[in-house]
């Protein structure tokens, strides 16, 4: 069972026993100083183990009134202006916590990651395999695509329904081919009210990884967005998988900060690094 998308107020939140917590995904400004005691109640309700917030920076101090903390911070995040907090609380006090193996392992992947992105040597290099926006048409491949990776995710994007109604709203999927074959695909999530695209999804076939097709999927989304207009494109990581990190590292993001045991991927709570970049100068 996937976590729901709801409504509480004007603003937008994912929650559900999936990953164990709430996710304030995008806050109204009406909602500024009464939503984090319905938060607190849902998540009583529901014994949630985490409330995870995406907080504007006009909104922080009302979060850490309610003892919130800052786990990572994007600026420009909104139309290249305001930055972004991602603050949490934890009402379950364990998963606040990382083993010392786990946190040391996540902060070697880290800084091999930023050593990796100033050693790239090829940034106009260009992509072996043909890559394009996917259609309708493509969708059934997509998915199987991402069945071979993931068994558990934040989002049904092993739904054939899922995918295709999220093509009609602000998600751009990309996928790179091997003749019709998708290889390798990722997507691009636009807000474009506040001018900002998170890039995730990624996914590469196993007979073609070690070939750079997430870094050229990244940099042809990054440049459709620019064209668009956008503003600043950001993304989480997985934090214990090196090639991800070092993907975003080599095209020029920014490490933000580190999300705690926040996301179920395949069955299992991860860690997620943020990762940012601004699209114009």
Not at 12 to 22: D, F, M, T
Not at 46 to 73: L, R, S
Not at 111 to 116: G, N, P, R
Not at 188 to 204: G, I, L, P, R, Y
């Amino acid at each position: 069972m996937y976590d729901a998308i709801d409504r509480v107020g004007y603003s937008l939140i994912q929650h559900g026993k999936s990953n164990n917590r709430i996710y304030l995904m995008k806050l109204d400004k009406r909602d500024k100083d009464t939503i984090i005691p319905k938060l607190e109640k849902l998540a009583e309700v529901n014994n949630y183990g985490k409330i995870f917030a995406k907080v504007p920076v006009w909104a922080c101090y009302v979060f850490q009134y309610y003892n919130f903390f800052k786990e990572a911070f994007v600026p420009n995040m909104y139309n290249g202006r305001t930055g972004s907090y991602f603050m949490c609380k934890y009402t379950d006090q364990d998963r606040k916590n990382i083993i010392l193996a786990q946190r040391n392992e996540i902060d070697d992947i880290r800084q091999l990651a930023i050593t990796k992105g100033r050693q790239y040597e090829n940034p106009d290099a260009t992509s072996p395999f043909p890559i394009r926006i996917l259609e309708k048409a493509d969708v059934p491949q997509l998915v199987e695509l991402y069945k071979t990776a993931f068994t558990k995710y934040p989002y049904p994007i092993i739904d054939e329904n899922y995918i295709s109604k999220s093509m009609k709203n602000n998600v751009a999927y990309y996928g790179a081919f091997d003749g019709e074959r998708i290889i390798a695909a990722a997507s691009a999530e636009a807000d474009d009210e506040n001018s900002n695209v998170e890039m995730s999804d990624f996914v590469t076939h196993t007979e073609y990884q070690g070939k750079n097709l997430s870094l050229f999927i990244l940099m042809t989304m990054e440049a459709d967005k620019k064209k668009q207009g956008i503003m600043t494109t950001y993304t989480l990581t997985r934090s214990l998988s090196a090639a991800i990190n070092i993907t975003f590292a080599k095209n020029s993001y920014h490490y933000a900060g580190l999300l705690r045991n926040n996301t179920n991927i395949n069955g299992q709570i991860e860690s997620m690094n943020v990762w940012y970049k601004k699209l114009h100068k």
